[in-house]
């Protein structure tokens, strides 16, 4: 018999009113452990809202939950233990020197003494960050930085960690080696959801969810987000000038977005049931030379786009 695991994150149509502002609208996913989950939206999409509720830090206006089974306005102080946070905006003491940040966040998590030197020992290992113990946070570049207060969010080995734009501002070497650390977390075992605007890390996540203003679009894997929303709706058009087709095509109804790629047109259609012949007929008839149009392999990238723009 198969042992039914309890999903580590499950919410049930969980919404959050600032006023009579909607952040959070009606949001349901689960997430099951081991999953590295990849939140995506646009600025203002209410990703924030919906890890700060998950966190127990917030409240929801309406809808619930759970969190390694426990409630998340019940059981917040018992999430707070069991999971690791780095807030979007993560915070730093940044007179203090590496070892003396995680000692003191060791200190809120109530690590007792007698193990706190090997549980550091081991963030300091895990982050690579053992040469750089007495270095004063503030005078640590970005990518240090952001090692220091990922290692600070797990210093008490929590099963699920919130990842709030962890690499925003960071160069692609140091984002890649970042992510080889949270691939390495989720291959322990620790379950990872985080927020990002990189749609190179979102193709590495097991499975992406959606926000747009305030809602969940969609939530599922990479390949099956793009095979879902964008089969067939991807073109690549031969156009001259390039410039004024873009714009025509920008203003076409059925287009989600125009844009220049190289020296090809690319649109990114509302569905497939837009025929890209009504697209370059619409060109022609206003002066566009048109050649060849490419169906094109679309990226989450598009997905992002066309999702978007379904506002
Ligand atoms: N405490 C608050 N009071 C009022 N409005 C808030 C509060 N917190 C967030 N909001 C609003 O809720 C919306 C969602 O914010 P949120 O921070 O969750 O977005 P986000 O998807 O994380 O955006 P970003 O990509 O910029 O980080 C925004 O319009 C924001 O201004
Ligand atoms: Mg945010």
């Known amino acids: 018999m198969t042992k039914v695991q309890v999903p580590v994150i499950k919410t049930e149509g969980l919404t959050k009113q600032f006023g009579s502002f909607t952040a959070v609208d009606h949001v349901s996913f689960e997430v099951r452990r081991g999953e590295v989950v990849g939140y995506l939206g646009p600025n203002g999409s209410g990703k924030t809202t919906t890890i700060r509720m998950l966190c127990g830090l917030l409240h929801p206006s309406s809808g619930h939950a759970q969190v390694n089974g426990l409630d998340i306005v019940r059981d917040s102080e018992a999430i707070k233990r069991q999971i690791g946070y780095m807030s979007q905006k993560f915070a730093l003491y940044d007179d203090l020197t590496v070892i003396e940040n995680l000692s003191f966040y060791a200190g809120v998590y109530e690590i007792p003494r007698a193990t706190e030197k090997q549980q550091i020992d081991r963030i300091l290992n895990m982050a690579g960050l053992t040469a750089r113990t007495k270095s004063i946070a503030s005078e640590l570049s970005g990518g240090w930085r952001q090692r220091l207060a990922l290692g600070c969010a797990l210093v008490h080995n929590p099963t699920l960690l919130f990842l709030d734009e ?18 390495t977390l989720a291959h322990e075992g620790t379950t990872i959801f985080v927020t990002t605007h990189y749609m190179d890390e979102a193709e590495h996540c097991g499975r992406v969810g959606f926000m747009n203003n305030g809602s969940l679009m969609a939530f599922d ?6 095979a879902h929303f964008l089969h067939g709706a991807a ?34 259609l509302v569905d497939n049931t837009v025929e890209v012949k009504t697209l370059t007929q619409g060109l022609e008839t206003r002066g566009i030379a048109v050649g060849k149009s490419t169906l094109v392999e679309a990226t989450l990238e598009d997905v992002f786009v066309l999702l978007a723009h379904k506002r």
Not at 166 to 183: C, K, M, Q
Not at 235 to 256: K, M, N, Q, R, Y
Not at 257 to 267: E, I, K, P, T
């Open 221 to 226: 894997t990479p390949r099956e987000l793009k």
């Open 235 to 268: 073109w690549a058009i031969e156009a001259t000038p390039l410039l004024e087709a873009v714009d025509i095509l920008s203003h076409l109804p059925g287009v989600a977005q125009a844009s220049m790629h190289g020296d090809l047109a690319q649109v990114i």
């Open 166 to 183: 962890p690499t925003s501002g960071v160069d692609p070497v140091a984002r890649r080696e970042f992510w080889d650390l949270i691939y």
